[in-house]
């Protein structure tokens, strides 16, 4: 009797999870006695100590399905002949023959390892997975864990990935203007621009495709991201791109889809959000209530939770007091003028309603004029786009290994064109070459005209290969301009305009050309001008020696030692 009353005392004592798992201990004990049994070889324990003691649920959640993976896993080896060993220490020391035993204790310490990971990465784990009871060995449970760490993994890496886009975003923009209704921010590189403009369709804000935010802003425009605190995500005015030109005045603003949008819907694009269009009805409600359809324009234009706004406030019956109250309270939030008493009298609402809707657009247009002011004025304190030391900075590299060509730029500023241009030019004295280059002499040209008084062909021929030696080192020239002398002439080899990353690649095309040029253009120019007949080798020369090869090797030969010259001289 006594026992039986200390066994209630306990029972009402405990919490309710540990009556829980007092009940689960019991159970799987009577389904699995042969872990449950206290093992002289265990010290005392069983295999089912192991299990509980490793639970980290603290209700025993995962003891019966721990303990079915243990039972079915030695199951699994006695149906395959082997003999259970029950045993802490393996028999290593040759008293038992080991090739035919399977450790009870070692699959049981195995999976009860695998339990507290089991536990921190179950939320990690897809629906399917997160029920131990389903699994009926160690290896199903333990694949389980490693997926569990593979999308853990995953997902911290993603996390990183969106922190540090979400920093690079905050570091290349700016917060231009904040309040408790919207917040303005200018991106000022192609990953802000992406990551403000995530949701939308703008050009300069893809992710997929090309991106033209650089193209638009080396162009001197300025784009300013306007966020809508109180409307709805699906709302197409949600976020609001304005953009400024190259002039530094407001151009035009876009809607999520991409819509270029007049003024007066992006004003109502700010009434919206003062109205808190998010909420659905309330003053929204009662402000279509009060202005009907007209303000809105075209119905295809209207958000689908204004138009319902609207239909529903076409029967005034519809609209409620709590519609009335809400729009009261965003008058009074923006300090627009409402008389209480005179909106309890009859008709007083509607006229008290219509003054406010009027002081309502009021502030609208003064904020859609502050908006363009702001981005402006932040437009012009940081033009956008690179600034002309950039440039300048690559072109000076550029010099520095660079020889024959040579790269001018022209700032929108100086051209009134409305990006950055820049050209590739080369000077070519064929004269010059004629009298310096090593080439020259080692092949024995030359001229074959009189460089001092060439005819009007002769002029034509010589550019000709002036053009032709270009192929060589892969230009293709806009131009070629006589110099002051026939063989002297000024080459536009290319031209371009665009963003910095343009320009570097640009300056990277223009360097490989001029590393061909000291060898492969004058080698070039010489084939050229030898096709022609304007050069070549002296007559006696070509008669004798035609192979000039040939002729260093015939010099460079010793006399025979063989043959003798033998000189006789006649007295008279």
């Not at 179950?122 to 389980?144: C, E, G, M, V």
């Not at 700032?411 to 070519?428: C, D, I, K, L």
Request: hydrophobic share 35%; glycine share 6%.
């Amino acid at each position: 009797m006594r026992d039986l009353f200390e066994s209630f005392r306990h029972y009402s004592n405990a919490s309710d999870d540990q009556l829980l798992s007092e009940g689960r201990k019991e159970n799987v004990a009577k389904r699995y006695p042969e872990l449950a049994k206290k093992r002289e070889s265990l010290d005392g324990e069983s295999a089912l100590d192991v299990l509980i003691q490793a639970d980290p649920s603290g209700n025993q959640k995962y003891l019966e399905g721990a303990a079915k993976i243990v039972n079915a896993s030695l199951e699994s080896a006695n149906n395959d002949d082997y003999e259970i060993f029950w045993g802490k220490k393996w028999p290593d020391d040759g008293s038992q023959d080991t090739d035919n035993l399977v450790s009870a204790w070692g699959i049981t310490r195995n999976t009860a390892e695998l339990l507290k990971p089991f536990h921190i990465l179950q939320p990690h784990l897809p629906p399917t997975l997160r029920d131990i009871n389903q699994f009926s060995s160690w290896r199903q449970l333990n694949a389980a864990v490693e997926e569990a760490v593979t999308i853990q993994a995953d997902k911290e890496r993603k996390r990183k990935a969106k922190d540090e886009e979400k920093a690079a975003a905050r570091e290349g923009s700016d917060v231009v203007a904040e309040n408790d209704y919207y917040t303005m921010i200018r991106p000022k590189t192609t990953g802000a621009s992406c990551y403000y403009g995530q949701g939308t369709k703008w050009c300069i804000s893809a992710t997929k495709g090309n991106n033209y935010f650089d193209e638009y802003t080396s162009e001197g425009k300025s784009f300013y991201f306007v966020f809508f605190a109180n409307l709805s995500n699906t709302n197409p005015y949600k976020k609001i791109a304005l953009v400024v030109g190259m002039d530094g005045e407001y151009e035009e603003a876009f809607d999520t889809e991409d819509n270029s949008l007049y003024p007066h819907e992006v004003q109502h694009a700010i009434l919206q959000n003062m109205l808190y269009e998010k909420q659905g009805k309330g003053a929204m409600a009662a402000y279509n209530y009060l202005e009907g359809t007209t303000e809105w324009g075209a119905p295809d234009a209207i958000p689908g939770v204004v138009r319902q706004a609207i239909a529903d406030a076409e029967d005034p019956g519809t609209l409620s007091e709590s519609d009335k109250e809400d729009f009261v309270r965003v008058v009074k939030e923006l300090d627009i003028e409402w008389d209480d008493a005179a909106a309890k009298t009859e008709r007083g609402w509607e006229a008290q309603g219509e003054l406010a809707a009027e002081g309502l657009r009021a502030i609208a247009l003064r904020w859609f004029r502050e908006m363009k002011e702001e981005a402006e004025t932040a437009h012009q304190d940081d033009p956008p786009g690179p600034t002309e030391a950039e440039f300048d900075k690559l072109k000076d590299d550029y010099y520095e290994a660079a020889t024959n060509i040579d790269v001018d730029i022209d700032f929108p500023y100086e051209t009134g064109w409305n990006r950055v241009a820049w050209n590739s030019r080369a000077y070519v004295d064929v004269e010059e070459v004629m009298m310096n280059e090593p080439l020259v002499r080692e092949k024995r040209l030359k001229w074959r005209i009189d460089p001092e008084q060439t005819t009007d062909e002769q002029d034509e021929e010589i550019k000709e290969a002036v053009l032709a030696a270009l192929t060589y080192v892969e230009a293709w020239p806009d131009e070629v301009y006589d110099g002051d002398h026939p063989l002297q002439f000024s080459i536009g080899i290319d031209s371009g305009g665009g963003t910095l990353s343009d320009f570097e690649d640009f300056l990277d095309s223009t360097l490989y050309q001029d590393g061909k040029w000291n060898e492969d253009f004058v080698e070039g120019l010489l084939d050229a001008l030898e096709e022609r007949e304007l050069i070549g080798r002296d007559e006696r020369e070509e008669e004798y020696w035609p192979d000039p090869e040939e002729k260093e090797k015939q010099i460079e030969l010793p006399l025979s030692e063989s043959k003798r010259i033998k000189l006789i001289i006649r007295r008279r």
